[in-house]
Structures are given as structure tokens and as C-alpha cells.
């Protein structure tokens, strides 16, 4: 069976300083794999979402970067965080070709900028 | 461009009182439908989904119908528990595009 992975759970980190976060999912080839952000009490934001090793879509512009060197394996960093960054980060995955285009999602890390 | 429009919460029940949830979309194709349910500190799961037009999908005494003639797909339960109580997202997804498009999330709590 499939299992997707994200670490940390938690994480809190001054303004300013570096940011990564990993996800791995085992069980499946091809993924494709996305990173959502989730504000205090808000909705799902989508940022970043891959289809292929080294190939990454920005949905909106701003200081996280991602990249996936490995097909199971998705990063999400930033060079200097900002206050505006705190959240709860998701990362999820899909399968490249599927009847429905289910995604299934990790348990999230939360972050604190302070 | 597709988009999911659903109800504001929070929504508070008494416990065994019925549930609806109204969800909405704008898809330019045929995409599938879904809920997914977080609970508090946790990702998301997939709580019940639903692929083509008059589908219904159910689980755990939750059901949606996916109604293309009024681009809706509400949520029901006739009777919530307090273990219910979680943040509900709708989401759409069209077959051949990568990516999903999520509802801003509906709080339900229920109180015993």
C-alpha cells in the first residue's frame, strides 16, 4: 500500500532563517506531488505541484521554493522565512494516470515564524 | 477557470441532528468530486467521492450526489456525532489536468 511521509511535524524558526521541509511517499511510481499551504482557520493554498522529477509549477509567486531530486521525493524550502510563512504545510500525491484523480495527503507539518 | 464554492461555517449541531453542508462548482470539462474531512492537528483524509453525473458517493453515513444539472455536490448525514466534528473541504478534480481545486473548508462542531 501506498504511504506518504512529511517531517517535521513541527517546526518553529526565527525570521529570517533557512527553511526545508521533505516529503516521500512509498508504494507508488510516477507520483505526481503537490505542497499546500493552510493558514490559521483559512482554506487550502496551493504552491507548488510536480508531474515529473525536476519539474516544478509555481501557483503564486512568493519566497518558498520546491524541488523534487528523486520521483518519490518532494522539498519545499525557503532561503530566508518571513512571519507570513507560519502554517500548517501539506504535502500530497496523485497518480499520474488514474480514473479519478485522487489525491492523498500527508499529515502536514506545522510551522512558526517568529 | 474551475472553482469550488462552499458554504461558511463554523456550523454547530446538537448531536443526532441532521447535516448538510452545500458545495458548488465551475468546471470547464467533466471533473470528479470529492469531501475530505481534517481533523484537528491532522491532514487531510478523503471522506467520499464521486466521478460521473448522478453518482453518489458514500461512507461512514455521509452521502453526496453529484447533480451536473445544478453544478452542486451537498454533503449529508442525518444524524452527526461529536466525533464528526472536523473541517470539511469539497474538492474537484478534471481527468486530465494534475491539478485539484479545493473549497475554503466548512467547520462543523457538534456538541452533545
Known amino acids: 500500500s501506498q504511504t506518504i511521509h512529511q517531517w517535521p511535524a513541527t517546526l518553529v524558526q526565527p525570521v529570517g532563517s533557512p527553511l526545508s521541509l521533505e516529503c516521500t511517499v512509498e508504494?507508488?511510481?510516477?507520483?505526481?506531488l503537490y505542497w499546500y499551504r493552510q493558514a490559521a482557520g483559512r482554506g487550502l493554498q496551493l504552491l507548488f505541484y510536480?508531474?515529473?522529477?525536476?519539474?516544478i509549477s509555481s501557483e503564486v509567486p512568493q519566497n518558498l521554493s520546491a524541488s523534487r531530486p528523486q520521483d518519490r521525493q518532494f522539498i519545499l524550502s525557503s532561503k530566508k522565512l518571513l512571519l507570513s510563512d507560519s502554517g500548517f504545510y501539506l504535502c500530497?500525491?496523485?497518480?499520474?494516470?488514474?480514473?479519478?484523480?485522487?489525491?492523498?495527503f500527508g499529515p502536514g507539518t506545522r510551522l512558526t515564524v517568529l | 477557470g474551475d472553482s469550488v464554492t462552499q458554504m461558511e461555517g463554523p456550523v454547530t449541531l446538537s448531536e443526532e441532528a441532521f447535516l448538510t453542508i452545500n458545495c458548488t462548482y465551475t468546471?470547464?470539462?467533466?471533473?470528479?468530486l470529492f469531501w475530505y474531512v481534517q481533523y484537528p492537528g491532522e491532514g487531510l483524509q478523503l471522506l467520499l467521492k464521486?466521478?460521473?453525473?448522478?453518482d453518489k458517493g458514500s461512507n461512514k453515513g455521509f452521502e453526496a450526489t453529484y447533480r451536473k444539472e445544478t453544478t452542486s455536490f451537498h454533503l449529508e448525514k442525518g444524524s452527526v456525532q461529536v466525533s464528526d466534528s472536523a473541517v470539511y473541504f469539497c474538492?474537484?478534480?478534471?481527468?486530465?489536468?494534475?491539478?485539484?481545486?479545493f473549497g475554503s473548508g466548512t467547520k462543523l462542531n457538534v456538541k452533545p
Open positions: 500530497a500525491w496523485s497518480a499520474r494516470r488514474a480514473s479519478s484523480n485522487e489525491q492523498f
Open positions: 508504494g507508488t511510481s510516477n507520483p505526481n
Open positions: 510536480s508531474v515529473g522529477i525536476g519539474q
Open positions: 474538492a474537484l478534480s478534471e481527468l486530465n489536468f494534475n491539478k485539484f481545486y
Open positions: 464521486a466521478t460521473k453525473a448522478d
Open positions: 468546471a470547464t470539462g467533466y471533473p470528479s
